[in-house]
């Protein structure tokens, strides 16, 4: 489960944003996870409520998990299309001319805090 791993970082990277900021707490934390990016939304949850209670300043933090779709780009009929759903093979010209556009992404996108 490498999702604890991942949110021992982003605990350990909010927490040094707020002490270097000299915030009070962390009222929410906003997580863009890609659809395809290996990261389980749920085990991710899970893992953050576990860790948060042995920050400083995660107490009382809220997380907002959004997960961005995955979608592939077609470079021979250049369209677009759900990454999940059709794979690596273009659904419309069959091509297996394809690249990732979104999807594998993990962005810490927005901080709210509680000033002192």
Not at 16 to 25: L, P
Not at 39 to 59: H, M, N, R, V
Request: proline content about 3%; overall charge negative.
């Amino acid at each position: 489960m490498h999702e604890l791993g991942v949110v021992f970082n982003i605990v350990k990277q909010v927490d040094e944003i707020a002490e270097k900021n000299n915030v009070a707490s962390v009222a929410s934390l906003t997580i863009e996870v890609g659809e395809v990016s290996a990261i389980i939304p749920e085990l991710f949850e899970d893992c953050f409520e576990w860790a948060k209670k042995k920050s400083k300043y995660l107490q009382d933090c809220k997380l907002n998990l959004v997960v961005i779709e995955a979608i592939t780009y077609c470079e021979d009929c250049k369209k677009t299309y759900s990454t999940v759903k059709y794979g690596k093979t273009c659904p419309y010209c069959k091509s297996p001319h394809t690249y990732l556009v979104t999807g594998n992404e993990l962005i810490m996108k927005k901080i709210d805090v509680n000033d002192k």
